[in-house]
């Protein structure tokens, strides 16, 4: 059952969701819609830019908004967070951080934060727990964004004691699945991978390289699942403390680049370039909390939405 049909909560709402026309955001206006949700609202950023204050006020003013998503952000892999860390900080925090205080202004009905799995410490327990978000500095090369990210937890918790504003605060890990990002200056590392194994096959070529040893861990939620997942907290939950989004999994780099190369079929090795970062070492959450606060469990499975992903990417080749 579709989040929302339950009860009336979407009816007459009018929603904004910044970033609606990037990979995640088409997918959750999709759920919005199907939801029965009244008018939702997706200006792109040459309407309205995010990074400017009186720009914010008045995308508030126009669209009357009732509810705020905000998808938007400044976001790479390693290659691209080591390359623009002072553009990834700045334009991550002051566009969370305006438009939080201007829903607050406007009296916003509900503001929904999408943080991220980079905010927390570089070496934390696994699986991550919400409640160990604090307990360290993020991963070096990506803890400039991380850190950005983090602070509108920070502001959504203050605002909520000072002036009983309601913002919930969400963090999904790794997203992947059709129309993610597959450009090798900016993308993470499964569309990064399928795209390097793909061009190795067409090539003929007899290797592939990849960054770092393989040995990191990730875990990977499919994009239409994390769509339900803040459709779902849109709608049920209202408290105060960071709830993570994930599928549980865990899988190494380079179990990974072998799963992939396999479904491409490609044949050739896979080369690991020592010199580059790993990154975070592993990375796997805690998901019991979705489930209690608002009943999200990841319905696909990570063969399942591989595959999707791969097939959806060899067919815009064709």
Not at 13 to 34: C, D, M, N, P, S
Not at 122 to 136: D, M
Not at 284 to 311: M, N, Q, W
Request: aromatic residues 12%.
């Amino acid at each position: 059952m579709k989040s929302g049909q339950t009860n009336t909560f979407w009816k007459n709402k009018r929603i904004w969701v910044t970033g609606g026309h990037g990979f995640l955001g088409r997918h959750v206006v999709q759920e919005l819609y199907a939801a029965s949700c009244a008018e939702v609202f997706t200006p792109r950023s040459k309407e309205y830019d995010l990074r400017d204050k009186a720009q914010i006020y008045q995308a508030i003013r126009t669209l009357k908004p009732d509810v705020v998503i905000h998808l938007a952000a400044v976001v790479g892999g390693i290659g691209a967070n080591r390359k623009y860390p002072g553009r990834f900080f700045y334009e991550n925090a002051i566009m969370g951080i305006e438009l939080m205080e201007a829903c607050r202004v406007e009296g916003i009905q509900k503001t929904v934060i999408l943080g991220t799995i980079c905010a927390y410490p570089k070496f934390t327990q696994i699986p991550f727990r919400e409640e160990n978000i604090w307990t360290g500095y993020p991963e070096e090369t990506n803890a400039p964004y991380g850190l950005a990210k983090k602070m509108l937890l920070v502001q959504s918790q203050a605002y909520r004691d000072e002036y009983g504003f309601n913002s919930i605060y969400l963090l999904p890990v790794n997203l992947y699945g059709p129309h993610d990002n597959f450009d090798p200056e900016s993308s993470h590392v499964i569309p990064a991978l399928i795209r390097k194994v793909v061009e190795a096959k067409q090539s003929g070529a007899d290797h592939f390289t990849c960054w770092g040893t393989g040995k990191a861990t990730r875990e990977f939620l499919y994009v239409e699942d994390c769509a339900r997942a803040i459709v779902m907290a849109t709608e049920r939950y209202n408290g105060r403390e960071p709830v993570n989004l994930g599928s549980g999994m865990e899988i190494s780099i380079r179990e990974l680049a072998a799963i992939i190369a396999k479904e491409v079929g490609f044949q050739g090795e896979i080369h690991w370039d020592h010199s580059k970062p790993d990154g975070q070492p592993r990375r796997c959450l805690h998901t019991e909390r979705a489930k209690d606060y608002f009943g999200f469990e990841a319905h696909v499975s990570f063969p399942e939405g591989l595959k999707k992903t791969i097939d959806w990417y060899t067919n815009t080749l064709k």
